[in-house]
């Protein structure tokens, strides 16, 4: 019983570490991509529209998001006035 408790601490203690690891490397790889993004003078033509507008245009699971609320805002309004 106490050998399969120690298995189980150790290896909640390796899934620990490997965890922090990952978070650290993708922290890093997430700070380094942000600053490659900022250096990138395309993207400054877009400071207008703000951090949200630019979330948008740069991730396409967003922009879906945002084409399908509108969708269904639309729908709705044109729902209401019938």
Known sequence: ?????NVTLQRARVLDAEMQLQRAWLELSLRDLSGTVRNVKSWAKFAPIG??????LK???LWLM???LAVKFFRR??????
């Not at 019983?1 to 408790?5: D, V, Y």
């Not at 951090?51 to 948008?56: A, E, N």
């Open 1 to 5: 019983m106490t050998s399969l408790r």
């Open 51 to 56: 951090m949200w507008g630019l979330s948008l």
């Open 59 to 61: 991730h396409r699971s």
């Open 66 to 68: 945002a084409v399908s």
């Open 77 to 82: 309004h044109s729902k209401e006035k019938s």
